[in-house]
């Protein structure tokens, strides 16, 4: 069965750390880009970052450049985010996704559209 496992959610209190994992199941991401994504209550669902297929290209939102990274470990089979400096705007569901693409997230953020797999979700509360 293909998918994808986010894990690593909770909630921390503004300017700590949490580091979301994405873990794939079925199928290896080798040859996958994978984009995080986040969509907080009554709001639409926006990009946070993305990795290319072998992790040379990354790509942030604005909101989120110089706190946020976005690793792959691809013998873990696995895309981490590491969230740094939080803030009570973080507060969102956070979603990753996987595309088979040697071309996704190369040249800029990909939008949701264009992947194709997709985890559950999981839940980052930031306190103030």
């Known amino acids: 069965q293909v998918q994808l496992v986010e894990s690593g959610g909770g909630l921390v209190q503004a300017g700590g750390s949490l580091r979301l994992s994405c873990a794939a199941s079925?199928?290896?991401?080798?040859?996958?880009?994978v984009g995080w994504f986040r969509q907080a209550p009554g709001k639409e669902r926006e990009g946070v970052a993305c990795?290319?297929?072998?992790?040379?290209?990354?790509h942030y939102a604005d909101s989120v450049k110089g706190r946020i990274t976005v690793s792959k470990d691809n013998a873990k089979n696995t895309v981490y985010l590491q969230m740094n400096s939080l803030k009570p705007e973080d507060t969102a569901v956070y979603y990753c996704?996987?595309?088979?693409?040697?071309?996704?997230?190369?040249?800029?953020?990909?939008?949701?559209?264009?992947?194709?797999?997709w985890g559950q979700g999981t839940q980052v509360t930031v306190s103030s």
């Open positions: 996704a996987a595309q088979r693409s040697a071309y996704v997230c190369t040249l800029y953020m990909t939008p949701p559209g264009v992947y194709n797999t």
């Open positions: 079925g199928f290896t991401l080798d040859y996958y880009a």
């Open positions: 990795i290319s297929s072998n992790g040379g290209r990354t």
